[in-house]
């Protein structure tokens, strides 16, 4: 099924120069961009976006830590593009990640791991509409 999902290039991966890097693997695996733009939220603007991990003890960190600097933004459209996402992205821990994923090669920190993927149609669909409107989507096969 021919899916969306929502990537971030973190502020970790925007300063260590891995934005090119980051879109070649999706565009090597068939993923395509649908969406992009670079910006850099407020506190109060990544608490929204995160907010399903509002009780979680990294709540704070991670919040302050994704406005710390500039990030990508990118609705990335292909062949169950959620999963392959996050297949592409590695685990959450970099420790855990498996060979070949950007974590395992560029993450040093459980917190600074380079990207954002989401994980469900649902959180997909949420994170969507979070940073883009319809007139900025456009549409390779949906
Ligand atoms: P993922 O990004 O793989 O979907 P989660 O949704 O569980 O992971 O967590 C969101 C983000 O919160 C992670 O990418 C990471 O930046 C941060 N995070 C997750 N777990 C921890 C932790 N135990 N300590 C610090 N930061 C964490
Ligand atoms: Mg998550």
Redesign the pocket.
């Known amino acids: 099924m021919i899916e969306r999902t929502l990537s971030i290039i973190k502020p970790d991966g925007v300063k260590k120069g891995l934005i090119g890097e980051v879109i070649k693997r999706f565009e090597n695996k068939n993923l395509k961009i649908s969406a992009m733009k670079m910006l850099h939220m407020t506190q109060e603007q990544s608490k929204g976006f995160y907010a399903v991990?509002r009780e979680r003890p990294?709540f704070e960190?991670?919040t302050e830590f994704m406005s710390s600097g500039p990030i990508v933004v990118m609705i990335l459209e292909g062949e169950n593009a959620i999963k392959m996402n996050r297949e592409i992205m590695g685990a959450?821990n970099f420790k855990e990640a498996a060979e070949g994923t950007i974590r395992r090669d560029f993450a040093t920190d459980?917190?600074k791991?380079i990207v954002?993927?989401s994980?469900a149609p649902e959180t997909a669909a949420f994170e969507i509409g979070y940073f883009f409107n319809r007139f900025e989507i456009v549409g390779h096969s949906l």
């Open positions: 991990h990294f960190s991670l959450t459980i917190e791991n954002h993927g994980d």
